[in-house]
C-alpha cells in the first residue's frame, strides 16, 4: 500500500491546473515532424490500462510515451457507466476471479498487484471518493466519470511520463534491443511496448482493434473477437411495443436452436427496446448470441417473477379467488409487475384482461404461469460492436505470461486491457481487469 500512498489527496482546482497543462504541451511536442525519440517504455493506447501502465512504469524511473490517436484520452471511461463510471465491484479478488469464469485464473497476480480494494484507496489517494452501490457496483461519490479521468491524468502528470495526443501508430518494428514504433510525426525506439489498444467495442471511442495485427505480427493468435455485453435486436412485436419499459429484477435464460436447454443465465434488471432488448439483465448473457453471427433460431426465456416460485403464484392465485374474486385478474398481477407487461403478457397467453379472478379456467392458469414464469422472446441477433460496452475475444490468454503480462513470444511487449480475451459480467469487473493488468505491467517492465 505504500506505493499507492505516494500520490498525495489533491482538490479538484488543483488536479485541473495541473492536468490539462502537461497534456496540453505533450500535445505541442508531439506536433514536430520526423523526431526520432528513445524511451525505455511505449505504451499503446490512453484507456483504463494504457494510463495506469504508464503512470506506474514512469514512476518506477522509466522513461515512457504513451501514445493515443485521439485527441483526449480516456474517451470510453468519460462514457461508461453513463457518464459516471463503474469503477469496480464490491467484493474481493476471490469474487473477481470467479465472476470471469474460464478466464479468472489468468488475473491471479494482476489482482494480487492490485485488488478491488488497492484500486479504490488509489483514486481515494488521488481525490476520488467512492461509493458502492445495492449491486455491489463501485462509483464516484461525485457520479462523475470525468472526476475518474481526471485522477488518471493528474497520476500520468506525477509520474513524469509525457503523453502524445491525436498521434496514431502507424508501425511497430524489431529493432536491435528492443523496438520502432512509427507515428504520423515521429519514430521512437524503446526496450519495451505495452499495448493497451482496446478491442473493437464502441469504435467511435477509437477502439477498432489496431493492436490485434501487431500482436499477431509477433506471433500471436487472435481469439475471434465479437461483441459481448451489448444490446439483443428481436423482432416480437409485443416486446418491441413495450420499448422504455423496465423491470427491475427478471431472469434471463438464452436457448437457440431449439433446444430446451439453456446456455446461458443472467437475473437483473430488464429494459424493452423499439429495437428488442437492453439491461443488465440481457446484456451479461448476449456473449451467447454473439458467439452465433446467425443467431437466428435463439430465445431469450423469460421469468418475470424469479422471487416468486410457481406453487407460490398458484396460491396467491387461490387466496385471490377467495378475497377477491371478482376483481380482474390483471389487477392481482399488476401488484407484482408493470401494468403494461402484465397486459401485454395476458395477450400472449390469451387470456383477456378483464377476465375475474374466480373465472380463471386451468388451462388459462397454465398459460398465465407460462408467461409470467417461462416467456420465451425471440432473438435475432445484437446491436454489433457499435453498442458494445465489452470485447470477447482478442489476444489469446496462453501466449501472455499472466505473472507480468508480457508475450510469451517476443520480450519487451506486454499487454494489458480490453486487447486481451478477458471479458466479464457488467458490474465493474472489466474496468477492474483493465486496472489491474494494466499496474501489473507497468510493474512488471
Request: proline share 4%.
Amino acid at each position: 500500500m505504500q506505493r499507492i500512498a505516494a500520490y498525495p489527496s489533491l482538490t479538484r482546482r488543483v488536479m485541473k491546473v495541473n492536468t490539462y497543462l502537461p497534456l496540453a504541451l505533450a500535445e505541442l511536442n508531439s506536433g514536430s515532424d520526423n523526431m526520432v525519440n528513445e524511451f525505455d517504455v511505449i505504451v499503446i493506447g490512453a484507456g483504463a490500462a494504457g494510463l495506469l501502465a504508464a503512470a506506474r512504469s514512469a514512476q518506477r524511473g522509466y522513461r515512457v510515451v504513451l501514445f493515443e490517436k485521439n485527441t483526449k484520452p480516456g474517451v470510453k471511461i468519460l462514457m461508461s457507466g453513463g457518464t459516471r463510471c463503474n469503477l469496480t465491484q464490491a467484493t474481493d479478488r476471490r469474487g473477481i476471479v470467479e465472476a470471469f469464469g474460464r478466464q479468472g485464473s489468468f488475473l491471479h497476480s494482476a489482482l494480487s498487484a492490485l485488488g478491488p480494494d488497492e484500486l479504490i484507496a488509489l483514486f481515494s489517494a488521488a481525490g476520488v471518493a467512492t461509493k458502492v452501490e445495492s449491486t455491489g457496483k463501485v462509483f464516484p461519490v461525485s457520479n462523475r466519470a470525468a472526476d475518474v479521468l481526471e485522477a488518471l491524468k493528474e497520476m500520468l502528470f506525477q509520474s513524469g511520463a509525457e503523453i502524445r495526443l491525436g498521434e496514431a501508430v502507424l508501425n511497430i518494428a524489431n529493432v536491435e534491443n528492443g523496438f520502432c514504433v512509427r507515428t504520423e510525426r515521429a519514430e521512437v525506439i524503446a526496450k519495451t511496448v505495452i499495448l493497451t489498444t482496446g478491442g473493437k467495442s464502441y469504435p467511435g471511442c477509437g477502439t477498432t482493434g489496431d493492436g490485434y495485427a501487431w500482436a499477431k505480427q509477433f506471433g500471436h493468435k487472435i481469439v475471434p473477437p465479437r461483441p459481448a455485453l451489448v444490446p439483443l435486436r428481436s423482432e416480437c412485436r409485443w416486446a418491441t411495443e413495450l420499448s422504455g419499459l423496465t423491470v427491475s429484477d427478471v431472469k434471463v435464460q438464452i436457448v437457440g436452436d431449439g433446444s430446451k436447454k439453456h446456455v446461458s443465465e443472467n437475473r437483473g434488471s430488464f429494459l424493452f427496446t423499439h429495437f428488442g432488448l437492453s439491461g443488465p439483465a440481457v446484456m451479461d448473457v448476449s456473449r451467447a448470441v454473439t458467439a452465433c453471427p446467425d443467431a437466428v433460431n435463439w430465445q431469450a426465456v423469460c421469468d418475470f417473477l424469479p422471487a416468486v416460485n410457481q406453487e407460490e403464484i398458484l396460491t396467491l392465485l387461490s387466496e385471490a379467488v377467495q378475497t377477491a374474486g371478482k376483481i380482474p385478474l390483471a389487477t392481482v398481477i399488476a401488484q407484482w409487475l408493470p401494468r403494461r407487461l402484465v397486459e401485454a403478457l395476458f395477450s400472449v397467453a390469451e387470456i383477456t384482461a378483464d377476465r375475474r379472478v374466480a373465472k380463471l379456467s386451468k388451462a388459462e392458469r397454465n398459460r398465465l404461469i407460462d408467461a409470467l414464469k417461462r416467456q420465451p422472446i425471440p432473438i435475432c441477433g445484437s446491436l454489433g460492436f457499435k453498442k458494445a460496452e465489452v470485447t470477447a475475444g482478442g489476444v489469446e490468454l496462453l501466449g501472455v505470461d499472466s505473472s507480468t503480462m508480457q508475450s510469451k513470444y517476443k520480450p519487451g511487449l506486454y499487454f494489458a486491457g480490453e486487447i486481451l480475451d478477458l471479458d466479464g459480467p457488467i458490474g465493474g469487473y472489466n474496468f477492474q481487469a483493465a486496472f489491474s493488468t494494466g499496474w501489473l505491467a507497468g510493474e512488471s517492465v
